[in-house]
């Protein structure tokens, strides 16, 4: 493989700083694994045979040594920017470091220092990033919305030459689109050239108020060669978004500065060949201060880059939030393209909005994961989704309706039997992608599983890979991987037992709590008070009885009687005995026939004054 990293065609450093830094990293790893027990294997034995050789060309094919055509073109392309020039003032903090405007007129004003500047500052592009062509040297001349920041050492009062770079940004400011273009594409699935994450956010959201908003995207980040890793990089990102947030006021907000512009000739009053270049006099300033100028007024800063593990950490550490991860590869890199957002002056906003995007594009890069981006470690994918920039003020915790609707009675009783060793993992692997959703989109409460635990569920659940693959790509025997397994399925067991044992006890009655206490007056003075309430009530009760006629409920029959039919009744239930009823029947029937018979008697006879009777 070859591939040319100065020169007209401008092909960047892809190979060098991508294919040649991996390969360098398996050759040294596959030489360290290298056993005794394994090189008897034809595959160990291939790899241990093969070796990385590196070539460098230095000599042109096209032109001769010393062409000064070949001079004057690099010089003015900026192409002959491989050797970096050393910095000799140590390794200062980064918190003394500043960040400084660059202003672009001065830069490209074909002075002697600005020319030396411009080639230190390309020559840490070339230097740090992968992808570099004679377009951005144009695009950085003459672009309105590009503006170039750089962050420089301590400055002496007495120094008198071109200070030492050690880092170098590019920020390309974007949006403020009216909502009636922003509709207008979405309707008809275009988007236009040129501000890259407002179009891309709004077509993958489909929200038309983003485009409004005003935002920088960072272009380039390069930082020395010798300086990487050492927090310069994070030091201008903090000093610009601060710069952009108004923290670094005019000194003087009264007195405006004065912008001093380079006076521009027209085309039509001198011609080409009778036009001389020389460098221009009374310059502005080169480098500004963050203080000599007004700042924009952002509403975030945004960057788009090839996904990495070493760049996500990056910019994660810097603050920045996923909401975009394109799902095929780039065709040169192999990486996908990820886009990052940062909100600034959020005091000014009606309201976050962050935290939605990032939301939504969790819930999908969940589903994705075994798709598109099976592809991805565990860890990175795990990074990904692990982000304490965006605060969650309110996570949907599971509730039992959702629980049963996702689980049947049978699903849970096969999570608890694995969870006690009973069965096989192979028994409730269809459950498993439900509950890394669940974990993943913080619906399981508060449940912490360690990073491997998580890079497992992941695995498992999320992106479908057997456990045979999970022990490489985690570095852990299966076994140990299956006891972590084990260990968080019980965590999730006793959190649905937990779930489901609060919702019974809610449709319960609610106990009342008794509040016990000391009676206004002694308990004897309760009792008597009570005592005499009774005898009055039952006075009046036996003076109710003595009036009433209580001769129907006496029971008839003498003692004599009773004994005897008690004696003849033996062990039956049922006794009887003969009733006075019909005594007293009988004698009032014979009284009847007496006073009957007296009737007769008397009927014959008369009374004293002659009359019958």
């Known amino acids: 493989m070859a591939s040319t990293i100065n020169g007209y065609e401008g092909t960047g450093r892809s190979l060098s700083l991508k294919l040649i830094q991996q390969l360098r990293q398996q050759s040294a790893d596959g030489q360290q694994s290298l056993s005794a027990e394994n090189k008897t294997t034809n595959t160990a034995r291939l790899a241990a045979a093969r070796s990385l050789h590196e070539m460098s060309l230095h000599e042109s094919i096209r032109y001769a040594p010393g062409d000064p055509v070949e001079k004057w073109l690099n010089e003015l392309l900026c192409l002959d920017c491989l050797s970096v020039p050393r910095i000799i003032s140590g390794c200062p903090l980064p918190e003394t470091c500043d960040l400084y405007y660059v202003n672009r007129d001065t830069l490209f004003c074909y002075h002697k220092a600005s020319e030396a500047f411009l080639q230190r500052l390309m020559a840490l592009y070339v230097a740090s990033h992968y992808k570099n062509s004679p377009n951005d040297l144009q695009l950085l001349s003459d672009a309105p919305a590009h503006h170039l920041f750089c962050l420089l050492p301590p400055v002496p009062p007495t120094h008198n030459s071109l200070p030492e770079v050690l880092a170098v940004l590019q920020v390309c400011l974007e949006g403020e689109i009216s909502r009636q273009s922003i509709l207008n594409s979405l309707s008809r699935g275009k988007k236009a050239a040129g501000d890259l994450i407002p179009w891309t956010v709004s077509e993958q959201f489909q929200d038309s108020e983003f485009g409004g908003l005003s935002g920088g995207r960072v272009v380039r980040i390069a930082v020395n060669p010798d300086y990487q890793r050492m927090g310069y990089g994070s030091r201008a990102l903090q000093l610009l978004q601060r710069y952009y947030e108004g923290q670094f006021p ?147 915790t599971l509730t039992s309706m959702e629980l049963a609707a996702q689980f049947t009675p049978y699903d849970l009783k096969r999570l608890e039997m694995y969870s006690r060793n009973m069965v096989d993992y192979h028994l409730i692997m269809d459950m498993v992608p439900a509950v890394a959703r669940m974990f993943f989109l913080k619906q399981l409460g508060g449940i912490s599983l360690s990073a491997a635990q998580s890079a497992l569920l992941l695995g498992l659940g999320l992106q479908h890979k057997s456990v045979d693959d999970l022990e490489k790509e985690i570095d852990l025997p299966s076994s140990q991987l299956m006891g972590l397994f084990n260990r968080l399925i019980r965590k999730v067991v006793q959190f649905f037992s937990t779930l489901q044992e609060n919702a019974v006890e809610a449709e319960m009655v609610a106990v009342k709590d008794v509040n016990m206490e000391p009676t206004s007056r002694p308990l004897h003075e309760d009792l008597d008070e009570a005592a005499s309430e009774f005898q009055e009530k039952h006075k009046k009760d036996m003076e109710k009885i003595k009036d009433m006629d209580l001769s129907h409920y006496m029971i008839r029959g003498d003692d004599e009687e009773w004994d005897q039919v008690l004696k003849t009744a033996g062990h039956t239930a049922v006794v009887s005995i003969k009733s006075d009823k019909k005594r007293k029947l009988e004698d009032t029937s014979k009284k009847g026939q007496w006073q009957g018979k007296k009737l007769k008697q008397n009927k014959g006879k008369k009374a004293k004054f002659g009359k019958k009777l």
């Open 250 to 396: 005019l000194l003087d907000e009264s007195e405006q500065p004065n912008a001093r512009t380079i006076n521009s000739v027209s085309s039509e009053a001198v011609s080409l060949l009778e036009e001389v270049v020389s460098p221009r006099t009374d310059l502005p300033p080169l480098l500004l201060k963050l203080n000599e100028r007004t700042a924009e007024r952002l509403d975030y800063i945004g960057v788009s880059y090839g996904l990495t593990p070493e760049l996500l950490k990056f910019w994660k550490k810097a603050g920045f939030v996923p909401v975009y991860l394109r799902q095929t590869p780039n065709d040169l890199t192999g990486e996908h393209s990820c886009v990052m957002l940062k909100e600034l002056n959020t005091e000014d906003s009606a309201g976050p909005w962050l935290p939605a995007f990032w939301k939504d594009f969790r819930r999908r890069f969940l589903s994705l994961l075994s798709y598109q981006f099976s592809s991805f470690s565990p860890s990175l994918a795990l990074n990904i989704l692990q982000n304490k920039n965006v605060k969650d003020d309110s996570p949907a």
